[in-house]
């Protein structure tokens, strides 16, 4: 998980989850933003959320990894769920 902005009010999260999709068929990366910390893994949310989908759970984790990296690139910053 990371956040954007000053940690308080206003701040935002990015998380981004790898897992296999809910009929088993495939792996996903999902990848949503918002102002609270979803803790849900199997979280559907309405809109503003990416989907990439992958045929192994290894392809599912690179590519989770490569959208961190990426995110941290853009200026996004790792969360402690010990900082508040």
């Known amino acids: 998980m ?29 990848i949503f933003e918002g102002d609270s910390v979803q803790m849900d893994p ?4 309405l ?9 192994t759970v290894e392809a599912a984790d690179r590519d989770a990894d490569a959208e961190r990296d990426r995110s941290l690139a853009a200026g996004w910053l790792l969360y402690d769920a010990g900082t508040r």
């Open 2 to 30: 990371l956040y954007s902005g000053t940690l308080g009010p206003g701040r935002k999260f990015r998380q981004i989850v790898a897992g296999p999709s809910e009929d088993h068929t495939f792996y996903e990366v999902r």
């Open 47 to 55: 809109g503003g959320v990416e989907y990439y989908s992958h045929d």
């Open 42 to 45: 199997d979280f559907n949310a």
